[in-house]
């Protein structure tokens, strides 16, 4: 409701002399890039011109690869949110692994599997120039630990990376653990992070999401990357909708924050519930805590075969785990975003398919 006002009396207020706004600010409307700072990274000296408001975290990361071309290096967790490969394989970042490294520059899967606790055993990690990392996770739902994150971060420093941290969950964590990359000591030398009202307040078609750049984070020749993204952000871009950023703001107010939370913890419920299902049934099943989604385990089976099969004798819509990353084969993601009745009915037919 107080989104839906404030995005009203701004839309109305476009029609006054007033009320009028045309281009820019590009990064974002300063009262709504000081709420997210403040909100989101209070105490990590993070500042409000750190912050680049977006039309969502997904057009951040091609507008990311735009910044580093085509002649990088760069590692993924496997599985992973498919934005990251694709982006990086349309800019041109492909060849086999390892052989056309000098030539097209490559991509490193970094295996999360149940063996390793869903983190990179980083001891086997080629250096890359990039390293995406999303935590929590899509589709896994596992949440890095913050002894993890400070391995990772020394990873980076150790090998002049810089790491693109997705927090697009953040506020789904249930656990102790880091619902940022900057909670990390020393990560704004090395990391940017990007995020998103779509997960947090359903704004997944009015698009809105920031992306953090601190000013410490250095090109190998001392160059500053926000330099390079506000350039990009400026060309490319010209900023996210200032309707949008209304609804930004008011879901930063208490009664927004409080309305966002009580979404989350809805969807919370919905996981619970399949994570019930699955469980009871004598599943491996991973995620959930942290997370809207369940990764279910179906050893020695193929992704797609599972899907299709619930999905032909359900009627339930679920997402192959072979999708995100050939990690993934042998697992599928069940979502927790829905209406409740949806996910009784459906939790009732897995049920009826596995007992
Ligand atoms: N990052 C992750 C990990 C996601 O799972 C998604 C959407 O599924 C996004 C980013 C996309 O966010 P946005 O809607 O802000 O583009």
Known sequence: MIV???TIERAEALSTLEGYSGYGPEQGEKPLRTA???????GL?????????SDGAK????????VFGANVTMAVQDPSYPAYVDSSVIMGQTGQFQKDIEKYGKIEYMRCTPENGFFPDLSKVSRTDIIFFCSPNNPTGSAATREQLTRLVQFARDNGSIIV????????MSDDNPRSIFEIPGAKEVALETS????????????????VVPKQLLYSDGFPVVKDFNRVVCTSFNGASNICQAGGRACLSPEGLKAMSEVIGFYKENTNIIMDTFNSLGFNVYGGKNA??????????????VFSEILEKTHVVTTPGSGFGPGGEGFVRVSAF???????????????LYN
């Open 45 to 53: 000296g993070i500042e409000e011109d750190d912050i680049f408001v």
């Open 165 to 172: 941290y997705d927090s697009a969950y953040a506020m789904y």
């Open 59 to 66: 057009c951040d990361i091609s507008r990311l690869q735009m």
């Open 292 to 305: 809207p989604y369940v990764w279910v385990h179906f050893p020695g089976q193929s992704s797609w075969d």
């Open 36 to 42: 997210i700072a403040s909100t989101f990274y209070s």
């Open 196 to 211: 998103s009202f779509s997960k947090y307040a359903g704004f997944t078609g009015v698009r809105l999401g920031w992306t």
């Open 338 to 352: 829905g209406h409740r009745e949806n996910v009784l009915e459906a939790c009732r037919r897995f049920k009826q």
């Open 4 to 6: 839906l006002l404030f």
